[in-house]
DNA sequence: TAGATTGTTAATCGATTAACAATC
DNA sequence: TAGATTGTTAATCGATTAACAATC
């Protein structure tokens, strides 16, 4: 199989001449939906790829990805395509993967407990050492074997583990306070799942997952399409 | 309080000339968040509101804001704005909020659990009468009161009641089974949390809800802000 | 009527796509 | 070397914003 000399080329891309284009929201919310198809090349055992068939894949345009791609440098060879495995990686770097991030959920409702017993936080290597609550029956228990503490605690322990995220699972009513708590904890960013809206500020980074949002987009277009039937 | 008569005006704008601009992706997924807002404002007993104000209240244009209600039609009055209680009732039609729209979950494990337990489908008027599971020790059981049914009843109780949605909250491994089985159902959306990427076909839309993607990206915007400090 | 604010058209901006020269 | 495919520039497309005439 031919597989010419990207070892050494792409060694030396590994800190490439900073950014061309700087990357705009958009193609950083594209990042991991790369990064997924890529583990799937990778469970197959594809070593190679060129824009073209991951496009095909991915029902975008080849454009798209290699312009996308050159945001931060070179990660292809001319003739060759991309090596899915070193692929993988630099855009797994990119999004932190691995990279010492850790998290503790805040509010150890449904949601809470549903996230600390996925494998979300684990499988992109951050640390879930915490979950906070205010509830006197569940501080102390543990949800899927992390610990429930008191949201009291929640600053002193965020600054003493170096905590980087913080995800809030709370009702609305709550959400302005734990806000509060987690930016004196030092957090660098929140995951969002209140339905109160956040915003990015004073340095800490607001991801909002509104779900309701999502469900109403999908109604949307089952109700669109009912109308058409009839 | 000046009031106009926008009453008789809005009475005739219920049946607009279909549609000036048809609306794209990108005004359709803003819509459920001007929705949210309304909300808030109608707890707030606001009467009306300019786009300006609104448009200051959610951080965007106010030029933006008119344009996108006006791809289905007028809903303000020149002069006055737009009346809160009167906006927020289109846009919940648009969205199919108490339109009779209906949902079953696929997957009793957590996410599952916790989207039922939720007022996630009642706050929008979405009935949600049953859960599917291939557990037996699962089926024949209730979460938050609603019953846990054998998933190989899930074609005939989708078509029996007319279920419009399914919400797909398995592992990646029974995705493909239960997008066929909510097909054969009649669905004519679906909610996808399964790390498998679904796309819209056979008239059945999806709605891919990837919240792993959510949080790389919040991962990106951390790992970039500690390489800023360093 | 005068003032306010929408609905709508035109201008701008950004993102996507196409094309091709560079190069492996 | 010839063929393949990237990196990158230029063209196109779509979405956002600005401006203003219509009108309540």
């Known amino acids: 199989m031919n597989r010419p000399t990207e070892t050494k080329k792409q060694e030396n891309a ?41 496009a095909d894949l991915m029902q975008v345009t080849a454009s798209q990805i290699r312009q996308d791609l050159n945001c931060f440098g070179g990660f292809g060879q001319q003739g060759y395509g991309y090596n899915v495995r070193y692929l993988h990686g630099e855009i797994g770097n990119l999004l932190g993967v691995e ?32 979950i906070f609550d205010i509830d006197r029956n569940k501080i102390g228990t543990c949800i899927a074997g992390i610990p429930v503490y008191d949201l009291e605690d929640l600053p002193m322990f965020c600054r003493e583990r170096k905590i980087t995220i913080g ?3 709370t009702p609305k009513e709550a959400a302005k306070e734990v806000v509060h708590l987690l930016t004196e904890g030092g957090v660098s960013g929140i995951w969002n799942f ?24 999908l109604c949307y277009a089952v109700k669109e399409q009912s109308e058409g039937k009839k």
Chains 1, 2 share one sequence.
């Open 194 to 217: 209140s339905n109160m809206e956040l915003r990015s500020e004073n340095g800490v980074t607001v991801e909002n997952t509104h779900m309701g949002d999502a469900l109403m987009t």
């Open 167 to 169: 995800v809030l699972t």
């Open 14 to 54: 590994k800190k490439p001449t900073p950014f061309k284009t700087a990357p705009s929201p958009a193609v950083i919310r594209r990042l991991p939906r790369y990064y997924r198809y890529l583990s799937e090349l990778i469970r197959e055992n594809r070593l190679r790829i060129s824009s073209q068939e991951l």
């Open 99 to 130: 990279s010492g991030l850790s998290a503790v959920i805040v509010g150890a409702g449904h949601l809470g407990s549903a996230l600390a017993s996925s494998h979300i936080f684990i499988h992109r290597g951050i640390a879930l050492p915490a």
